[in-house]
């Protein structure tokens, strides 16, 4: 019922900036919170940062302070502006939908992926 697009996604090296998009499309209606997870070779899927409705933000602490999310409620858009990329920070990214129903999450939805690969 909801579509999820990630864009954005490519090669850099160390130490330079990446920003991926994500745009919902479909039944939007609900929807409270966006964010981007991640997942590596070999590893488990990792939350990175997410952005309710009102604005509300919370980040992974290996992304503090170099991750911007935001959001663009008219245009159904979650971003995430990355700085000061490392190579640990290669990984598959994921956005994520979630429709919520007061604390109970009654839609969980994903997109595509976009691959990040940062250089040593």
């Known amino acids: 019922q909801v579509q999820l697009v990630e864009s954005g996604g490519g090669l850099v090296q160390a130490g330079g900036s990446l920003r991926l998009s994500c745009t919902a499309s479909g039944s939007t209606f609900s929807i409270n919170a966006m964010g981007w997870y991640r997942q590596a070779p070999g590893k488990q899927r990792e939350m990175v940062a997410d952005?309710?409705?009102?604005?509300?933000?919370n980040y992974a602490d290996s992304v503090k302070g170099r991750f911007t999310i935001s959001r663009d409620n008219t245009k159904n858009t979650v971003y995430l502006q990355m700085n000061s990329l490392k190579p640990e920070d290669t990984a598959v990214y994921y956005c994520?939908?979630?429709?919520?129903?007061?604390?109970?999450?009654?839609?969980?939805?994903w997109g595509q992926g976009t691959q990040v690969t940062v250089s040593s």
């Open positions: 994520n939908a979630k429709r919520v129903w007061s604390t109970t999450t009654i839609g969980n939805y």
């Open positions: 952005i309710s409705n009102s604005g509300s933000t």
